[in-house]
Structure formats: structure tokens, C-alpha cells
């Protein structure tokens, strides 16, 4: 019986160390990113060899939906391009400037970021999604 259990360990052992998690982009081509594309918060996207991630929300103070504001308010997010070893940092906002920003010859524009906020309930950090668009700059 001992045996038993220790075969049944040692496979279930086995069979965990091999499955790994991948974190490869989802790849895109440059015409399905020009309309626009949706990021998770923390997801990758690869464009034309260009690695794109929607790092965080760095601040949401849009006004909640369930709400009367006398502004409507303003969500940042922090986004980075990369390709090869150099990493562009960008920040962009919904209301604010700038909307968007130029890295690696690609114009990446913040459409939206949801959930929008409700008054009655926090938004967990790790529920945010962006919509951009991206596009070649001549």
C-alpha cells in the first residue's frame, strides 16, 4: 500500500512539474491591432515582433456610473513596448493628455479602459482591461 501511494505521488509530482505556464504574447498582425485589440491587466501582445503589455492602472478617478460628477475624471495606465532588450514606459489617460504615445515606429492610443468604476464597489486591480489601437508611424 505504501508503494502504492508513493507511485501515485511520484506521478502526480511528475505530471505538475510538467505542465508549465506560459506567459507568450498573444501574436497579432499589424492590420488586426489598427482598429483596435483588448489587453488584461498584466497580458502581452506581440505586434510585428513588438511586445506590448498593459502593465497597471496607475490611477482611475472617472466619475462612477451610479454617480452625479461635476467632471467626468480621468483613468491612467501604465503601458511598455518592447523589442529587443529596450523597454518604452508610456503612461496614457482616458480624459487627459496624452492619449497615446510613440514607441519602437508604433503609435499605441488608450481607447478605454474598463470596468467602469461603480460607486458601491471597488474595482480589483486585476479585473482592469484596455482597449488600444495601434498603428505603423511612417
Known amino acids: ?60 478617478s472617472r466619475c462612477p456610473m451610479d454617480v452625479v460628477c461635476v467632471w467626468e475624471g480621468d483613468a491612467a495606465v501604465q503601458i511598455s513596448a518592447q523589442q529587443g532588450a529596450d523597454t518604452q514606459l508610456m503612461q496614457l489617460h482616458t480624459t487627459l493628455e496624452p492619449h497615446n504615445s ?9 481607447l478605454s479602459v474598463s470596468p467602469y468604476p461603480r460607486a458601491a464597489t471597488p474595482t480589483r486591480p486585476d479585473s482592469y482591461s484596455v482597449w488600444l489601437r495601434i498603428v505603423r508611424v511612417p
Open 1 to 60: 500500500m505504501k508503494l502504492r501511494s508513493a507511485v501515485v505521488a511520484a506521478v502526480l509530482a511528475a505530471a505538475c512539474a510538467s505542465q508549465t505556464t506560459t506567459t507568450e504574447p498573444v501574436v497579432y498582425s499589424l492590420a488586426q491591432v489598427a482598429d483596435s485589440v483588448q489587453i488584461r491587466v498584466g497580458e502581452t501582445i506581440s505586434v510585428e515582433g513588438t511586445r506590448i503589455q498593459f502593465e497597471s492602472v496607475v490611477s482611475d
Open 102 to 110: 510613440t514607441a519602437h515606429g508604433y503609435r499605441i492610443e488608450l
